[in-house]
């Protein structure tokens, strides 16, 4: 069953989304060679501090960490350690959701370091295009393979693959709720949008083929060809206006 959300339950999500991106504002001048992925969770735990914001992912399935910090040919979930450090030129794809007043942000980024080469830097924003590309059908009346269809042709376009292992989401009062959002598939299929709906968009998109492998530690998705990956995401709206991003400042 997909959740409808009224305007007020929309209001709530965009004010956890809004922690989010003012998060992910600062992040991108924080991030830089040198830091363990640690010390990035560290720094983003202090921020949801002061805004009395919840980490969403912190024991979702056991997950350990606030945040996912997945760097160069890790796809997602990377879990933050002590002993990985950032350096100069890494590709650096952060997750990060969170909880306010019983409602749910949830967006991606990927950070391009210090010294990365065109063709990361080509991925990271043709990545960030798809995600914008997705958005745009996010309309009412369209289906949500509409979203996919167009994340996938953008992606592909430009000579790049797009993860079929994991998908975008409904998002509320819960992380992950109905409808599942593929990025890649036919236009026209799946349920129908309509107002009021609440989704994050969520393409990984890779440099080499869309296989990936999880690591032993169970969580680690990476690319199986060893290629460069990259993560945008962003909570949205469905609104009789169009699309409303949740998670911007
Ligand atoms: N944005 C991802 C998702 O929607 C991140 C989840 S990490 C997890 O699933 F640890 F919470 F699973
Ligand atoms: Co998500």
Known sequence: MIVVKSQAEIQKMAAA?????????SLKTFVSAGMSTADVEAYVDG???????????????GYPSSICVSLNAEVVHGIPSKSVRIRKGDLVSIDLGVILGGYYGDAAITIPVEGASPDAQRLSDVTEQALYAGIEQAVVGNRVSDISSAIQKHAEANGF???RA??????????????QVPNYGKPGQGPRLREGMTLAIEPMVNAGTFDVVILRDGWTAVT??????????????????????????
């Open 17 to 25: 989304g809004s922690i989010v991106a003012e998060i992910f504002e």
């Open 47 to 61: 921020e949801l501090k002061k805004r009395k914001a919840i980490p969403a992912f912190k024991g979702y399935r």
């Open 161 to 163: 693959s797009v993860v």
């Open 166 to 179: 994991f998908v975008g989401h409904g998002i509320g009062r819960q992380l992950h709720e109905e409808p």
């Open 224 to 249: 199986a060809d060893g290629a460069l990956s990259a993560h945008f995401e962003h909570t949205i709206a469905i609104t009789r206006q169009g699309p409303r991003i949740l998670t911007k400042i």
